[in-house]
């Protein structure tokens, strides 16, 4: 079973609609984070926590929100999906020190 | 803020030749750099890390970077290509202290002929 697991890994959804993408993990770690994949744009931090009761902005948050429900699990949201939040999304986990990202298989997301 | 620039959005070389994937970082503090590699259709998986201890590290699949500060460098190279070397690769970089998430590359599309 994956460490870090990603639901669900394909969606298409309506603009408007809003969509929830989960990811749990049993790697134990404290740190999640999740990113969106672009073609030519990398990997782009939207959301990160640090903890249960620490939520953090990364570089592109506007339209999503998080929720960490638990040390585990860790909920990203598009309240209103529009097109061009069509992307591959990935969960990762870490712990401190210098240690790296732990990822998830990704979810594809596209939004018509 | 630290962030990286990987130098060329697709390399293509020859089965059997010189794997070399540049990647350039720039950050305030030491860094911890990573080089990851995505397969059509997977998630990342390390390839290797530099974290201050040895500046030339080796990894998996016969990849190796080396980490050199003068430069600001951390290029990611393997002697002889295979073809399921074929994938994509993204540098990353992150503080060496404080809470700090990783920073991605745009990443490089590596591309063997056969």
């Known amino acids: 079973d994956a460490d870090v697991t990603q639901t669900p890994r394909n969606r298409i959804t309506k603009t408007g609609k809003r969509i929830m993408l989960e990811c749990s993990q049993t790697?134990?770690?404290?740190?999640m984070y999740w990113y969106r994949q672009d073609p030519g744009l990398g990997l782009r931090l939207i959301y990160y926590?640090?903890?249960?009761?620490?939520?953090n902005k990364g570089e592109i948050s506007d339209g999503y929100s998080v929720s960490r429900q638990a040390q585990a699990k860790f909920s990203l949201s598009l309240e209103s999906a529009i097109p061009n939040q069509t992307a591959l999304y990935f969960c990762?986990?870490?712990?401190?020190?210098?240690?790296?990202?732990?990822f998830g298989q990704g979810t594809r997301l596209t939004v018509v | 803020a630290q962030s990286v620039t990987q130098l060329g959005s697709h390399v293509s070389v020859s089965e059997g030749a010189l794997v070399l994937l540049r990647c350039n970082y720039s950050?305030?503090?030491?860094?911890?750099l990573f080089w990851y590699v995505q397969y059509p259709n997977q998630g990342l998986q390390l390839l290797l890390k530099?974290?201050?201890?040895?500046?030339l590290v080796k990894g998996i699949n016969g990849f190796e970077a080396e980490f050199k500060k003068s430069e600001t460098s951390f290029h990611l190279t393997k002697p002889s290509a295979h073809m399921s070397d074929a994938a994509e690769y993204f540098c990353?970089?992150?503080?060496?202290?404080?809470?700090?998430?990783?920073?991605f590359g745009k990443g490089t599309r590596l591309s063997v002929i056969a």
């Open positions: 990762a986990t870490s712990v401190e020190g210098n240690t790296e990202a732990f």
């Open positions: 790697k134990g770690h404290d740190r």
């Open positions: 926590s640090f903890d249960v009761k620490d939520i």
């Open positions: 950050s305030s503090v030491p860094p911890y």
């Open positions: 530099y974290t201050s201890a040895a500046t």
């Open positions: 990353a970089v992150r503080y060496s202290v404080g809470n700090t998430p990783l920073v």
